[in-house]
């Protein structure tokens, strides 16, 4: 399928990044696309949300364009077809001199998030009178929970057990969460070679941040020093604190809408002077206000990005032969944390989360732990 819609990154008159959706052979907006985009925007949405969202909406208009399909009007069929193709149809190699032995394929997961963007913007378009809702109601079907989450209130007579769930999702087994031991987190560490990218792992592995939060920091937001009340902080010990900006100059992004003030250990303390030196010979890198900056590759002293962030983590991974992605070391420290006896409100407010219901993914029972409890058992059984 040759594309004749593109994400496009696009600078605003103030200097922002926007993500649009142009026509590939004129440039001009797609304007229902573009809007949608934009209502992300609005709602404080990341510029990686943004941009991930904006290649979905193109690949979505891509495939109705070389099918004869209304975008704003599909039938059952053409949206069931179009699940079937994100999973049979091969994607495209990312190098043409280095193309994969075999065809890649999209995930069921990687199709049910693009199903998602599809509906996301069919149900924006049609707030806005461009989609009816007759194709609205074809996203969704009703669900019985029998099953219901921690915290979830059915109602007095069950009438809230009735939910309305994707109508175009695939089934997936729940793969689990892949935790990273304090070994190989230190193997990485030690892989990484580079200071700054030394400091980076450890950062999140310390404290749990978010990648954008970490690439959204600024200098003046760490507090590294046993007082802080010369900077007018009573906050004591050494701390950082993580604001939410939209300003940053890499479109990073805090996610949670709180400020929080997060401790971090004396040897991260120190990992970050090592990197300060390394900083500090890379003249350009001096002016700039962002904690992480590059150092190893033009424009020297820009704001690191997140795919700058992201090459590291993938290049680790292929060295290291396991997966390897920072959200890893944030979902590692906070079950660290849990199974160390840490309090859940500890643990959430460290996390930023704003909703106790957000710490059920991190508390997993592991082999040991079941083994504990058998043993347990049978000493009692074996004393009484």
């Known amino acids: 399928m040759s594309p004749q819609f593109l994400a496009f990154q696009s600078i605003s008159a103030d200097g922002g990044v926007r993500w649009v959706v142009v026509d590939d052979g004129t440039y001009a907006l797609h304007p229902q ?20 969202y904006a290649g979905r909406v193109a690949l979505y208009l891509n495939y109705c364009q070389d099918r004869g399909i209304d975008w704003a009007a599909p039938r059952l069929l053409e949206l069931a077809g179009l699940q079937r193709w994100l999973i049979s149809e091969p994607l495209a190699p990312r190098s043409r001199r280095r193309p994969p032995l075999e065809p890649q394929f999209r995930s069921p997961g990687t199709a049910n998030a693009v199903m998602t963007v599809v509906s996301g913007f069919l149900r924006f378009g049609a707030v806005h009178g461009w989609v009816t809702p007759q194709t609205v109601a074809m996203l969704s079907e009703p669900k019985q929970l029998f099953h219901l989450p921690p915290g979830y209130d059915p109602g007095e007579a069950g009438q809230l057990r009735t939910v309305a769930a994707a109508a175009f999702r695939f089934a997936l087994t729940d793969p689990g969460y892949q935790d990273l031991s304090l ?54 010990g050494p701390h950082l604190h993580v604001h939410r900006r939209t300003d940053n100059p890499n479109g990073a992004l805090a996610k949670s809408r709180r400020s929080r003030t997060v401790p971090v250990t004396a040897d991260l303390v120190a990992l970050y002077a090592d990197y300060q030196y390394e900083r500090d010979t890379v003249g350009p890198a001096a002016d700039s206000e962002m904690v992480f900056v590059n150092l190893f590759r033009a424009p020297l002293g820009r704001a690191m990005s997140y795919p700058n962030a ?11 032969t396991h997966p390897f992605r920072p959200h890893m070391l944030r979902h590692s420290v906070a079950t660290a944390w849990l199974r160390g006896g840490v309090d859940r409100d500890v643990v959430q407010r460290l996390l930023g989360h704003a909703s106790p219901l957000s710490m059920e993914r991190y508390r997993h029972v592991d082999d040991s732990e079941t083994r504990q409890a058998v043993e347990r058992v049978q000493a009692l059984r074996e004393h009484s």
Not at 37 to 52: I, K, M, Y
Not at 313 to 319: G, M, N, T, W
């Open 310 to 320: 992201k090459d590291l983590f993938d290049r680790l991974a292929r060295a290291a």
């Open 33 to 52: 696309a573009t809007a949608y985009l934009a209502s992300l925007r609005s709602r404080g949405c990341s510029p990686n949300t943004e941009r991930a």
């Open 183 to 236: 070994e190989q987190i230190a193997a990485m560490i030690a892989l990484a070679g580079r200071a700054r990218d030394r400091f980076l792992i450890a950062l999140l592995a310390c404290t749990g941040l978010r990648i954008g939060e970490a690439l959204g920091l600024r200098r003046g937001d760490m507090h590294l020093l046993a007082s802080s009340r010369l900077l007018g902080c009573g906050t004591d």
